[in-house]
Nanobody, 124 residues
Framework: QLQLVESGGRLVQAGDSLRLSCAAS????????LGWFRQAEGKEREFVSA????????FVADSVKGRFTTSRDNAKNTLDLQMSSLKSGDTAVYYC?????????????????WGQGTQVTVFS
């Protein structure tokens, strides 16, 4: 069983940068595709970014392209999401997720393991 725990979410001002982290435990996640999703209040869960086994390939949603980057460290069992130029529309609970397949997916239903989420609130 793989456990995921996100951290780093907080209240920030529009234009700020923020780094989210996801720590895995229970087993090595080097053979898992990892993803970031977010869910704003009253909205459906939305894909943000995903990364394959060995630091690539990396897919990023159009809504955050050029502002968000994702990276992983398989030795440390960590996944990061570096966010910059934050907007009020980025306000959401951010979740990391893992799936045991090979293909990098932007579909939440393809992911088997989820963290509890971390809240990011961007104010103008």
């Amino acid at each position: 069983q793989l456990q995921l725990v996100e951290s780093g979410g907080r209240l920030v001002q529009a234009g700020d940068s923020l780094r989210l982290s996801c720590a895995a435990s229970g087993r090595s996640f080097s053979n898992y595709v990892l993803g970031w999703f977010r869910q704003a209040e009253g909205k459906e869960r939305e894909f943000v970014s995903a990364i394959g086994w060995s630091r690539g390939p990396i897919f990023v949603a159009d809504s955050v392209k050029g502002r968000f980057t994702t990276s992983r460290d398989n030795a440390k069992n960590t996944l990061d999401l570096q966010m910059s130029s934050l907007k009020s529309g980025d306000t959401a609970v951010y979740y990391c997720a893992a799936q045991g397949g090979v293909a990098v997916s932007d579909r939440a239903e393809d992911y088997d393991y989820w963290g509890q989420g971390t809240q990011v609130t961007v104010f103008s």
